[in-house]
């Protein structure tokens, strides 16, 4: 089967972004009839309707939806490839802005900077970290750090590790006093130490592999924190339960100070995500610490 050339999808991509004809031609320098011929096309390659027309709107169709959820993320690497073949040349310098959450800062970040300084001398990094979703084009930043994909329009979004493992922790002292809990029903009758966002306002859900599936598990507890710090303390102390990233805790494992329980309950691993918005031309400062918080998922160059 012929394939369709990569500029349709990017147009097919656009107007589905844009919801018009008229304004995805003025935004490729086209006519609103180049656009129809183009989605056309493409329409009889993939053997369906992507767009439902009437006289005043557009919309996608379900098979559109689809194609667009599997696009985006491959037109995203295409461009983010392109962009490192073209800036090969070009060495990496200025201000570097990062908006990160604590987390991913003390997950990913700190314990390799010695290592991007040495390697990038002509870079200046700033780390400012921030629990809730800042407007990152907005305050200046040139890229953001979050759990998840973030999906906001005109932002490209690419992982940086392979999952963060979550677990329920607790102290040695804690489970003697309390039990141990053997299924995910069981913490109802335990203190569970809580975490409330601090953009939303909303407590951090609980999640367990139950039966195959993801499943929410109401908890609750007297202590609420926004701050991970405090919650490992709080655990620590023999206080609660606690459901962490379990590589944030490290040395409270190995130390024997919080032993995880429901293990075979586990989640699945959540993966940190850094976020930009899409633009022509990528920095090549943001493009060489794109590559090089990668290194660990992909392998080093």
Known sequence: MEREPIPAYSTFVLLAGLGSFTRT???????????????RRLEAQV????????????ALTEAGQQLLAEVTPALDMLDLALQRVRAQQQGPSGLLRINTSRLAAGLLIEPRIDEFLARYPDLKLELFTDDTFADIVREGFDAGIRLGPYLANDMVSVPLDDGQPVGVVASPAYLKRMGTPQTPRDLV???????RFAGSKRLESWHFQIDGQTTEVDVSGRLIFSDDRYITRAACKGYGLVQRFLRSIPGELERGELVPVLQRYAPPPVTFHLYFAARQHMPP????????LREPLIGAP
């Open 285 to 292: 400062k943001l493009r060489a610490f794109i590559d090089f």
């Open 25 to 39: 031609g003025d935004q490729l320098g086209i006519s609103a009839s180049a656009v129809s011929q183009q989605i």
């Open 47 to 58: 053997g369906t309707r992507l767009f439902n027309r009437t006289s005043r709107q557009i």
């Open 189 to 195: 009758d335990h203190d569970c130490i809580r975490y």
